[in-house]
């Protein structure tokens, strides 16, 4: 099982990102879908997570309203769009996949994760 993450960046507060998360060796279509992040220094924390088609969502209360999180099943994909980025955003982000339907905010109900995006948000 592989996870990658891709579209993270260097982006100036207020600014958009949207992050990718391509996966293989997994029937995606089965697994929920979570965004964690690690700040320096800091423990990694829930952002966002959704089930098998989206249809239930979940999302971090310092994120709610500017994160969206989806997923394209096609394209073994799930994606994280940030709007109105924060400099307090700046983090490694990483996706994770969860063999369950429901929006997971637990690290321990994943079981596979990726290696991580940088996203720096500068004021």
């Known amino acids: 099982v592989q996870l990658v993450e891709s579209g993270g960046g260097l982006v100036i507060a207020g600014d958009s990102l949207r992050l990718s998360c391509v996966a293989s060796?997994?029937?995606?279509?089965?697994?929920?879908m979570g965004w964690f992040r690690q700040a320096p220094g800091k423990e990694r924390e829930f952002v966002a997570a959704c089930n098998w088609n989206a249809g239930t969502t979940g999302y971090a209360d310092s994120v709610k309203g500017r994160f969206t999180i989806s997923r394209d099943n096609a394209k073994n994909t799930v994606y994280l769009q940030m709007t109105s980025l924060k400099v307090e955003d700046t983090a490694v982000y990483f996706c994770?996949?969860?063999?369950?339907?429901?929006?997971?905010?637990?690290?321990?109900?994943?079981?596979?994760w990726g290696q991580g995006t940088q996203v720096s948000v500068s004021s």
């Open positions: 060796g997994l029937h995606f279509g089965l697994y929920a």
């Open positions: 994770a996949a969860a063999s369950g339907n429901y929006h997971y905010t637990r690290q321990s109900d994943y079981n596979y």
